[in-house]
């Protein structure tokens, strides 16, 4: 990979190895023509963290997302991924990703065990058949291996998608609304998995998600983009008490409203404050 | 990285991928789907053989009345049917070429593929591979049928036959290539392409009559498409006993020329489709 650059310099510190670092991004822009999907945003990721992009539709998730695969071109800014630069490189890490996502599918027509096998085969795993017969009954996926795939309802179809998302046991696992369009059981099963897989691996996880829920539970941290740009880049809990509001979903209906931030309640009121009463009866 | 990495048993043991034999690897596994989606549907196998089958058959009775209210000497040379059978090879490999492709599309696999250590360049191969293994599948037995039915033996042209089918397989390729990338980049608003493309050479690569029957001005252009010089050195061989080893590496050259306009062209459509974000907005 001779496009790493050896250190990560600025805000993260000098010194550090890039490919030690699952995402890093600077001043990634992407527009189509007048229009500007995602604007300008820079963040890092750190090994082990599980980073939710959340966002309203048209926000920039899944553009952000497809730029960190290399499956779309930014128009500016730098994408690296393990210190590989996307735009470039991305099969020097391809073996390292993995990603799942409602707009890509497997082939409807091949059984659950073709499609492993072959996704086994294309990230080079040796040990296919007890590879695949591990993740089928971690995912609980055993009595559907050999039946088609275009064939499972949709929580089915999910737990498929994951299966061939955690094949190669990825060091990066982007998930794009990884639990959209399931009953609240499954998603929350699915969730689970996801947290425990995280867990085990100490793998870096960047989900896309409308579901904060979701977020609140899984994610470490909060990438918060409208109309392309990071307008809040906290933690869940941090950004419900700067917000004083309740849930992580009352911010976000707060920011896509355009509601001002509240300014942060001081801890104790200074010791020349006014009472309330006493201001008001003056 | 490179090393395997084995630890318990449900850990997958990742072997290196970089080098040729990943890379065989990774097109042996892609091959494999297409066989799996071949085997999933008997339909598609007897369409394979069904319609160059029925072809075979049209053409080889037009040549049999030919033969008995003409001339004898074209039922003896085989001329239609071995044209038939030829142009059935380029236009059956392209089609195998260009369908395998759009059904990575249709079935919405490709962003999956896309993201995976696949390079085009494999891709490309697994489609080229495929596309020969298909053509065994639909055309052995039509050619077999074409001796029972008509004694046309497609192994009588002899060892140009090898070099004719090289040259056609080849230039399907090429043709595969920009079509592929042009509905990878529009779409599949532009299917119709792969249907449609291998017909434009019907006319000009003199399939079924020889270049003088050209136009003057046309004749160029015929010349400078490998199949011209494959159906030509087949009515030579089957017509007049003789055949020019000179215009199979006329063809082959010529060949090598659009294979690397067409892996170009592919190439540029796959790059403008990661530019435009059609990658993940596959369809019309």
């Not at chain 2, 293994?133 to 046309?152: D, E, N």
């Not at chain 2, 042009?182 to 449609?196: P, T």
């Not at chain 2, 020889?210 to 011209?228: I, R």
Request: charged fraction near 15%; proline fraction near 6%.
């Amino acid at each position: 990979m001779n496009d790493v650059s050896p250190n990560l310099q600025g805000e993260n510190g000098a010194g550090r190895d890039l490919a030690c670092v699952p995402v890093m991004v600077r001043g990634l822009t992407k527009r189509y023509g007048p229009v500007t999907a995602v604007d300008h945003i820079s963040f890092t990721i750190e090994p082990g963290t599980t980073v939710a992009l959340l966002g309203g539709n048209g926000a920039g998730k899944t553009t952000s997302i497809a730029m960190l695969l290399g499956l779309i071109m930014p128009s500016a800014g730098e994408v690296r991924v393990f210190g590989a630069d996307m735009s470039r490189n991305r099969y020097g890490v391809a073996q390292r990703l993995n990603f799942q996502s409602p707009y890509v599918d497997l082939p409807a027509r091949l059984t659950v065990r073709q499609n492993l096998k072959v996704y086994a085969g294309l990230y080079g795993i040796a040990n296919a058949a007890e590879r695949i017969a591990y993740i089928a009954e971690h995912l609980q996926i055993e009595a559907l291996l050999d039946r088609a795939t275009g064939k499972l309802s949709a929580g089915q179809k999910t737990r498929v998608g994951l299966a061939k998302a955690l094949l190669n046991a990825p060091d990066l696992l982007l998930l794009d609304e990884p639990t959209a369009s399931l009953d609240p059981d499954t998603a929350d099963w699915i969730r689970h998995k996801l947290q425990d897989y995280a867990a085990e691996r100490n793998a870096t996880v960047l989900l896309a998600s409308h579901n904060m829920a979701e977020v609140e539970r899984l994610a470490d941290r909060v990438i918060l983009l409208q109309a392309g740009r990071i307008i809040e880049d906290e933690t869940p809990k941090a950004l419900v008490k700067n917000y004083g509001r309740d849930t992580l979903e009352d911010v976000f209906l707060d920011l896509v409203r355009g509601r001002a931030k509240p300014a942060p309640k001081p801890e104790h009121p200074p010791a020349d404050a006014e009472p309330e009463q006493a201001r008001r009866a003056s | 990285m490179n090393t395997p990495r084995a630890m318990s048993g449900a850990e997958p043991v990742l072997l290196p991928p970089s080098g040729v034999l990943a890379s065989l690897r990774r097109v042996v596994a892609l091959v494999h789907r297409y066989v799996y989606l071949l085997r999933s549907s008997g339909v598609r196998l007897v369409e394979l053989i069904y319609w160059p089958f029925l072809q075979m058959l049209t053409w080889g009775f037009l040549q049999k009345y030919l033969a008995e209210t003409t001339s004898p000497f074209i039922q003896a040379a085989g001329v239609l049917i071995g044209a038939v059978l030829l142009w059935d090879i380029l236009f059956r490999s392209k089609i195998g070429f260009s369908t395998t492709f759009i059904e990575e599309m249709w079935s919405r696999n490709l962003g999956n593929l896309m993201i995976s250590p696949l390079r085009p360049y494999e891709l490309v191969a697994a489609l080229s591979l495929w596309s020969i293994i298909r053509l065994g599948v639909s055309m052995v037995p039509v050619a077999i049928a074409a001796y029972f039915f008509f004694g046309f033996n497609l192994l009588s042209l002899g060892l140009p036959l090898a070099a004719f089918f090289c040259v056609l397989v080849l230039t399907s390729w090429s043709l595969g290539l920009i079509s592929a990338g042009v509905i990878l980049r529009y779409g599949l608003g532009a299917e119709e392409l792969a249907w449609s493309l291998a017909f434009l050479l019907l006319p000009i690569c003199c399939v079924y009559y020889p270049v003088s029957v050209l136009p003057d001005w046309l004749q160029p252009v015929a010349l400078a498409l490998p199949p011209t010089h494959v159906f030509e050195g087949m009515r030579s061989i089957l017509l007049h006993h003789t055949f020019d080893p000179r215009e199979l590496w006329w063809a082959l050259g010529l060949n090598a020329v659009y294979l690397a306009v067409g892996y170009a062209t592919f190439s540029w459509f796959l790059s403008r489709a990661r530019i435009n974000g059609t990658l993940l907005q596959l369809g019309e």
